[in-house]
């Protein structure tokens, strides 16, 4: 009698430990617990730390709730200006509802993946190609709000969606290169005409005041030679200015004649003088 009472409460022990190994559950601290009672689903969500269910009865699915991050697959279109680009994408989102997103969709993440790829090439569709290189702040926030419309009924939430890479045909850089060369080369000539129209401002100034002061001329001549000098050159080529030449010029005109205004200074006067 006593050995059947013995075996009893050790079967009875067993049992209940079988039990309380099949009910026992933990949730991790970045997870949520939905519980599915004969296929209904339970209104509460179990939270994270140790937690039981009904063996063989209940059925516990976990759901990760971190932001999980996707690389969305490069799309190829055509923007609305005929350029044919690849765009490829990373889309971070995470779960906020976790009864919803175990029941409205079968798969949230294979669902999201999808979204975000239709949504990339629609957004590349309307777009042009300026925008997508240099306007991409305000094409991440479109395509957020594109891919978060639907996937709010599945309780997820996009974060954030960032555009990674713009690649285009080898065509198109070549002639984007030479339009930014073009560009570079017509600044530089806007400048250049820009500094030689300062610079004849200032020779002209330079020249009035010269103009005033012949002498000045003349100094910036020799500091001309000095300058020249300096290089230690085997062939030094002086300029001779315009207005030394006409001041010899005037000073030719103003000397007196050769023989005398009065006819006084000649030999043949001065031997008839003496007869």
Same mark, same amino acid.
């Given at each position: 009698?006593?050995?059947?009472?013995?075996?009893?409460?050790?079967?009875?022990?067993?049992?209940?430990?079988?039990?309380?190994?099949?009910?026992?559950?933990?949730?991790?601290?970045?997870?949520?617990?939905?519980?599915?009672?004969?296929?209904?689903?339970?209104?509460?969500?179990?939270?994270?730390?140790?937690?039981?269910?009904?063996?063989?009865?209940?059925?516990?699915?976990? %759901?990760?709730?971190?932001?999980?991050?996707?690389?969305?697959?490069?799309?190829?279109?055509?923007?609305?200006?005929?350029?044919?680009?690849?765009?490829?994408?990373?889309?971070?989102?995470?779960?906020?509802?976790?009864?919803?997103?175990?029941?409205? %969709?079968?798969?949230?993440?294979?669902?999201?993946?999808?979204?975000?790829?239709?949504?990339?090439?629609?957004?590349?569709?309307?777009?042009?190609?300026?925008?997508?290189?240099?306007?991409?702040?305000?094409?991440?926030?479109?395509?957020?709000?594109?891919?978060?419309?639907?996937?709010?009924?599945?309780?997820?939430?996009?974060?954030?969606?960032?555009?990674?890479?713009?690649?285009?045909?080898?065509?198109?850089?070549?002639?984007?290169?030479?339009?930014?060369?073009?560009?570079?080369?017509?600044?530089?000539?806007?400048?250049?005409?820009?500094?030689?129209?300062?610079?004849?401002?200032?020779?002209?100034?330079?020249?009035?005041?010269?103009?005033?002061?012949?002498?000045?001329?003349?100094?910036?001549?020799?500091?001309?030679?000095?300058?020249?000098?300096?290089?230690?050159?085997?062939?030094?080529?002086?300029?001779?200015?315009?207005?030394?030449?006409?001041?010899?010029?005037?000073?030719?005109?103003?000397?007196p004649p050769a023989g005398g205004a009065d006819g006084s200074g000649g030999p043949g006067g001065a031997s008839s003088g003496q007869g």
């Open positions: 009698m006593v050995e059947a009472l013995v075996a009893a409460g050790a079967a009875l022990v067993s049992v209940g430990a079988v039990y309380a190994m099949a009910a026992a559950r933990v949730v991790k601290q970045y997870e949520r617990g939905v519980v599915f009672r004969l296929g209904r689903l339970r209104p509460e969500v179990r939270g994270p730390g140790f937690t039981t269910i009904v063996p063989f009865v209940d059925r516990l699915q976990k %759901v990760n709730m971190q932001i999980v991050t996707m690389p969305v697959p490069a799309q190829e279109g055509i923007t609305r200006d005929n350029v044919t680009v690849r765009v490829d994408a990373v889309v971070y989102f995470r779960v906020t509802s976790p009864a919803e997103a175990l029941v409205r %969709v079968e798969d949230y993440k294979f669902a999201v993946s999808q979204m975000a790829q239709t949504s990339l090439r629609s957004i590349i569709g309307k777009s042009e190609l300026d925008d997508l290189l240099s306007n991409r702040e305000r094409l991440n926030q479109g395509l957020e709000l594109m891919i978060d419309s639907p996937a709010v009924e599945w309780g997820v939430t996009i974060d954030r969606v960032e555009i990674k890479d713009v690649s285009l045909p080898e065509t198109m850089k070549r002639s984007m290169a030479r339009q930014a060369e073009a560009d570079r080369e017509r600044r530089a000539r806007v400048i250049n005409a820009d500094a030689e129209l300062q610079a004849s401002k200032k020779l002209a100034e330079a020249a009035k005041e010269m103009s005033e002061q012949p002498a000045a001329l003349q100094l910036r001549l020799l500091q001309t030679v000095v300058a020249v000098a300096a290089e230690k050159n085997s062939t030094l080529v002086l300029p001779f200015p315009v207005e030394l030449l006409r001041f010899l010029e005037r000073a030719q005109q103003h000397l």
